[in-house]
């Protein structure tokens, strides 16, 4: 793939940032957006917009068809068996809750145990130490590798035949660890658990395939993989969603409604009550149009090559401190400058126009595990070059120089 032609293709990226052309390298936070996606968002609000699933004119048919064929391209691209397991959600954070509130107290009792890691992210941590609270389970953490990763010996002392939930992130957004998930499910269903995935870092940049992996859930988010912010989508085994009660009532989940009790509809529409995401849906089946055509090997080797090619830049630079293991299989970098603050290693990036990210990445059990209180990170995507590491590298030496 040719990382410059694609680059082209997003006009946000074509502008200067205090006299400096723009080098973004903060993807892991919220990714840019190519024209065609720009152009669907525009084409649904210019031509198709009206709510879905309700009114029989044009309009709202064409809105309905928009937004259900998204969800046959999501169905494809993760390699979910049944559309009735896409359900669209605001975010990551948002389709976690809702396993954590629906799913999780049906299951756990007293005692039953949910089982993370020290890497997660906050969205799938505090949702399942919030659940462990209300229903007095135990939340156990499997233990990091001095590198950052799992090992697997490591998860079959932690999980047992008490664990009712596994919840991991399949790529850490600070380590750029990839982990063993499809192993880990394999662990999680012999003691008989579930496995809910995080796929907010992995989602955007390989393949993934929920047949193989055998997760229960999986969650992720649009606007890390070229789509409009506020989508996301929930995966679920349909047997699993369909035991499972939705959290938010009203509009269109509903089957019948009476004064003292109603029913809902079937999947997935019982857990996307009021008017859905439309034209978000519309991006990401735009962006996974986009993605495709690319092709999701192409962009993890381009990743990891540029990914290996940004530490050997970085290691180069006396003073800096990078994390997590040398090898790296996806586009992320986490470092700190000597004893230079994160954000005034930031600060002074983006005055040369880099665009990175510094503080604790939602991630501060993992900081304290670093025995850090920030980082900085640069993630990089199918848009960056190795023309922007070598911006990146040139600016932190320059960073050094301005702080003595």
Request: aromatic share 8%.
């Amino acid at each position: 793939m040719n990382a410059e032609l694609i680059k082209e293709q997003f006009p946000i990226l074509h502008q200067e940032i205090n006299g400096h052309p723009l080098v973004y390298l903060d993807s892991a936070a919220s990714s840019q957006k190519p024209k065609v996606v720009l152009e669907a968002l525009k084409h649904y609000y210019e031509w198709d917009n009206a709510n879905v699933h309700r009114g029989v004119h044009t309009l709202g048919s064409r809105a309905t068809d928009d937004y259900e064929g998204a969800r046959e391209k999501v169905t494809k691209f993760i390699g979910a068996s049944h559309t009735e397991e896409i359900i669209f959600t605001r975010g990551t954070t948002t389709a976690l809750n809702i396993v954590a509130s629906s799913y999780g107290p049906a299951v756990l009792q007293e005692g039953d145990e949910i089982v993370i890691t020290p890497m997660e992210h906050h969205s799938n941590l505090i949702p399942w130490q919030q659940l462990a609270l209300r229903t007095k389970a135990v939340l156990k953490y499997i233990p990091l590798q001095a590198d950052g990763h799992v090992a697997l010996e490591d998860v079959e002392k932690t999980i047992t035949n008490r664990t009712k939930i596994v919840a991991i992130a399949y790529v850490s957004n600070v380590l750029g660890v990839v982990n063993p998930v499809k192993q880990i499910a394999e662990i999680a269903h012999r003691h008989g658990a579930v496995i809910v995935v995080d796929g907010a870092q992995s989602t955007p940049h390989m393949k993934v395939n929920m047949q193989d992996l055998d997760c229960d859930f999986y969650a992720f988010s649009g606007h890390k993989m070229c789509a409009p912010t506020g989508i996301g989508v929930l995966y679920g085994k349909k047997t699993l969603l369909e035991s499972m009660e939705p959290v938010e009532f009203g509009g269109e989940m509903i089957n019948d409604v009476g004064l003292y009790e109603s029913t809902w509809k079937e999947l997935p529409y019982k857990f996307e009550g009021g008017t859905p995401i439309i034209a978000g849906a519309v991006g990401l089946g735009a962006a996974i149009d986009f993605l495709e055509a690319i092709g999701m090997d192409e962009i993890h080797r381009h990743e990891t090559k540029l990914a290996m090619y940004a530490m050997d830049r970085l290691s180069e630079i006396e003073g800096i401190t990078l994390y997590g293991p040398r090898d790296r299989e996806v586009g992320l970098v986490t470092f700190n400058l000597m004893d230079v603050h994160p954000h005034d290693v930031a600060t002074v990036l983006d005055a040369s126009g880099i665009a990175v990210r510094a503080g604790h990445h939602c991630c501060q059990p993992l900081m304290r595990w670093l025995q850090v209180n920030s980082t900085v990170r640069a993630s990089l995507y199918l848009y960056n070059t190795e023309q922007d590491i070598d911006a990146l590298a040139k600016a932190l030496i320059q960073t050094k120089e301005y702080f003595g």
